[in-house]
């Protein structure tokens, strides 16, 4: 039986962790892993009669992005010795949890599996989290990839 694993990327460290996390406990052949990249779209400014060539051009940079970043995880996958079939997608939007979520349900995934940053306190307070946003609103399994614990010896 065939299972599919949504795991957002933006070539960070915790894209990095999520996908080692996948060789590790996961990686059957009958999977399909779904990479996705959410890129947010350029602000434009309404009168402004060069918004039109600035978001052409933002859009051009996040495509090459995507393909930057999808040649990366294709080559991470050979490395690591992934054996599930492998897709990317690229959505363009402002909140990258609701896009994730979004994905997650067209897709029809069985899982979520997202790497964290790490922040905490008044920073995320502040900022949010987008593996937050994803474990609180998608309705899937969702597994969240913490950063390894800082060494407190020196």
């Known amino acids: 039986m065939t299972r599919k694993i949504l ?3 933006d070539g960070g460290q915790h894209s990095h962790r999520a996908l ?11 999977d399909e892993l779904v990479f996705a990249f959410v890129a947010e779209p350029p602000r434009s400014a309404i009168g402004d009669v ?10 051009a940079e996040n495509i090459a992005k995507a393909k930057a970043l999808a040649n990366d995880a294709s080559q991470k996958c050979t490395e690591l010795g992934v054996k599930a ?3 990317f997608l690229e959505r363009v939007d402002h909140n990258a949890g609701q896009a994730i ?6 897709e029809n995934a069985d899982v979520i599996l997202i790497g964290n940053r790490g922040i905490r306190g008044i920073k995320k307070a502040f900022l949010g989290s987008v593996s937050d946003y994803v474990l609180h609103h998608s309705h899937r399994t969702t597994i969240i990839v913490p950063p390894p614990p800082k060494d407190t010896h020196h």
């Open 7 to 9: 795991m957002p990327m």
């Open 20 to 30: 080692n996390w996948y060789v590790r406990n996961f990686n059957a052949r009958d």
């Open 50 to 59: 060069t918004s039109a060539d600035k978001v052409s051009s933002s859009m």
């Open 85 to 87: 079939r492998i897709r």
């Open 101 to 106: 979520v979004d994905l997650a349900n067209e």
